[in-house]
């Protein structure tokens, strides 16, 4: 009973760093999967706001982006690999008697590319497509889902605002975004299409927003400059003005995300452990009661030959040994509780084998720091006053 008690506060200790760890790694793949979902390297470029009657409007309150300055950026800024021009909204689809509430994005084909999206069934849009304002349509699963019941839809046809668009092709899965926005429930038709026969333009050209792609991740903030340059040049802004758009990106917002997160993982492996420290003393405190008990046992093997080191051996393994099985079982119930968590609760949890083998290695470090001790003292015992107690 009193080496299970001994166990315990290792047991606790071991169990709990590998739950965390588990909880914080699986927390920070989802972000990774977030990341992924949007594509990579991604520079989001929108309106900026406007001034109307002394008070300052929202991001996106003006409309000052064109299909133009995305094709300008892509010519000409260096770092970027695609921009296109999106121009989305609601709209209701029908298809035969079913209809569904959707984002309807009107785009090109290079959106596509930028968000790393490939085509699961039929093909994509081409420049065809963009030139002749073809009233053709690819959709995400969510919307095949709730317009055709899960069949294949390519060839069918879907009508927006009473105008009839032949699906061309479905879209793989993305799940959800970073905003917790469901990627699949959306169409995506050609922008030309979108700007001439659905939600119409001020002015010729306008698009909502630009999707920029950079080359690779170390000229993020290259292509971001030249964006910025770009535009104010195209826009006519001086270096004093204020700038009729705004450029985000979106990769190093989430990847700060990840870093914190990461953080935040190592700080709750760093106030778990403590319990493992507080195991360490619990294993002192008995090994300590021990060697009073023991007393005369040591005596008696100090008197027949035995040396200081021997004892301190004896009683270092011993504590050694009460670690090491209280980490194993600390290790099991450890991934049971992750596992635990990740059925009930649906929290993402990802083990390692690295936190698995951290946290039993540290748990028998810590039975040898805080055996050392009880160890040390049995070995200085006097064999004459170790063999009088009774």
């Given at each position: 009973m009193r080496s299970a008690l001994t166990?315990?506060?290792?047991?606790?200790?071991?169990?709990?760093?590998?739950?965390?760890?588990?909880?914080?790694?699986?927390?920070?793949?989802?972000?990774?999967?977030?990341?992924?979902?949007?594509g990579g390297n991604i520079i989001m470029v929108v309106p900026g706001s406007v001034t109307s009657g002394g008070m300052r409007m929202g991001t996106g309150s003006q409309s000052t982006l064109t299909k133009d300055d995305a094709i300008a950026i892509e010519k000409e800024c260096p770092s970027v690999q695609v921009s296109v021009g999106v121009l989305n909204g609601a709209v209701q689809a029908v298809a035969g008697n079913q209809n569904w509430s959707t984002i309807l994005y009107g785009t090109t084909e290079g959106y596509f590319v930028a968000r790393?999206?490939?085509i699961e069934v039929g093909r994509l849009m081409n420049e065809q497509d963009e030139k002749g304002?073809?009233?053709?349509?690819?959709?995400?699963?969510?919307?095949?889902?709730?317009?055709?019941?899960?069949?294949?839809?390519?060839?069918?046809?879907?009508?927006?605002?009473?105008?009839?668009?032949?699906?061309?092709g479905v879209l793989e899965q993305k799940g959800q975004s970073p905003i917790g926005q469901d990627q699949d429930d959306a169409i995506y038709i050609p922008l030309a299409t979108a700007q001439k026969k659905i939600?119409?333009?001020?002015?010729?050209?306008?698009?909502?927003?630009?999707?920029?792609?950079?080359?690779?991740?170390?000229?993020?903030?290259?292509?971001?400059?030249?964006?910025?340059?770009?535009?104010?040049?195209?826009?006519?802004?001086?270096?004093?003005?204020?700038?009729?758009?705004s450029v985000r990106n979106l990769?190093?917002?989430m990847q700060a995300a990840e870093q914190s997160l990461q953080t935040m993982t190592i700080l709750l492996g760093a106030i778990a452990s403590i319990s493992l420290l507080v195991g360490g003393i619990g294993i002192m405190n008995i090994m300590l009661v021990s060697v009073t008990e023991r007393t005369r046992e040591i005596g008696i093997r100090?008197?027949?030959?035995?040396?200081a080191s021997n004892i301190r051996i004896q009683f270092i393994i011993e504590a050694l040994i009460l670690s090491l099985i209280g980490g194993a079982i600390g290790v099991i119930l450890g991934i049971v509780i992750a596992k635990s968590i990740s059925f009930f609760a649906g929290w993402a949890t990802v083990l390692t084998i690295t936190s698995v083998a951290i946290a039993f290695s540290f748990a028998g470090l810590v039975g040898i720091f805080f055996g050392f001790f009880p160890a040390y003292k049995a070995s200085m015992l006097n064999p004459i006053e170790a063999l009088r107690r009774e």
């Open positions: 166990m315990l506060g290792i047991i606790i200790g071991v169990s709990s760093v590998i739950t965390m760890i588990a909880i914080g790694n699986g927390a920070s793949e989802s972000i990774k999967g977030q990341i992924s979902s949007i790393e999206w490939n304002a073809m009233k053709v349509a690819i959709v995400g699963k969510t919307v095949v889902e709730n317009l055709f019941m899960g069949a294949d839809p390519t060839g069918q046809i879907i009508r927006i605002k009473k105008i009839p668009f032949t699906v061309i939600f119409g333009t001020r002015f010729p050209g306008m698009v909502r927003s630009i999707v920029t792609k950079a080359r690779d991740m170390d000229v993020l903030s290259i292509a971001e400059q030249e964006i910025n340059d770009l535009l104010r040049q195209r826009h006519r802004i001086s270096a004093k003005q204020d700038a009729d758009f990769t190093q917002l100090l008197a027949v030959g035995a040396k």
